[in-house]
């Protein structure tokens, strides 16, 4: 079966760091690209970036570029989400997805993160 | 960058009744490379379509995608109570990916 699990949730400070990961599972996790999508409280979808595992070759949306950084260790299939800095507009679900032509086929549950 | 425009913001419906959602974008989407997901609450998206009509594995055929250019829609056939959700369209023919604001399908 094919899976993406992500870490769990995290409560951090506003100026704290952090990393959250999403490990894949059930298929050739270095060939296919992951996405990662931001929904603030009771908000939309909003697309982040991307990452292709085989090579880390990264794309950021434009109003995250700088913001986050996002990276990939394909010897343990997990790909990460990063913040040196967060902010209290930070909090939100983040979700990864396998992206295999831009659109996500499979979804973690998602990774909860407050900043307070 | 494309902006997708979702309409109606709310479609209340009843079961067995027919659902037309629309995304319009503010572009040409390059080669109908639009997708369509669903969220329930406490949930993450779930896909449904892309590249505008293609099923996603394990989708009922009651959920078709249709559409071209700037206009795209999500039907329905015959709304069944687990339809009731959160629909979401993404374009990915154009950087940056953008998702629309989403259609809000509730039970009249």
């Known amino acids: 079966e094919v899976q993406l699990v992500q870490s769990g949730a995290e409560v951090k400070k506003p100026g704290e760091s952090l990393k959250i990961s999403c490990k894949g599972s059930g298929y050739r996790f270095s060939t296919y690209w992951i996405a990662w999508v931001r929904q603030m409280p009771g908000k939309g979808l909003e697309w982040m970036g991307i990452i292709y595992p085989g090579d880390s070759d990264t794309r950021y949306s434009p109003s995250f570029e700088g913001q986050v950084s996002i990276s990939a260790d394909k010897s343990s299939s997990t790909v990460y989400l990063q913040w040196s800095s967060l902010k209290a507009s930070d909090t939100a679900m983040y979700y990864c997805?396998?992206?295999?032509?831009?659109?996500?086929?499979?979804w973690g549950k998602g990774t909860t993160v407050t900043v307070s | 960058e494309i902006v997708l425009t979702q309409s109606p913001g709310t479609l209340s419906l009843s079961p067995g009744e027919r659902a037309t959602l629309s995304c319009r974008a503010s572009?040409?989407?390059?080669?109908?490379?639009l997708a369509w997901y669903q969220q329930k609450p406490g949930q993450a998206p779930r896909l449904l379509i892309y590249?505008?009509?293609s099923r996603a594995t394990g989708i009922p055929d009651r959920f078709s995608g249709s559409g071209s250019g700037t206009d795209s829609t999500l039907t329905i056939s015959r709304l069944e109570p687990e339809d009731f959700a959160v629909y979401y369209c993404q374009q990915y023919g154009s950087s940056p990916i953008t998702f629309g604001q989403g259609t809000r399908l509730e039970i009249k």
């Open positions: 997805g396998r992206a295999p032509n831009y659109y996500m086929d499979v």
């Open positions: 590249d505008a009509s």
């Open positions: 572009q040409i989407v390059s080669s109908s490379f």
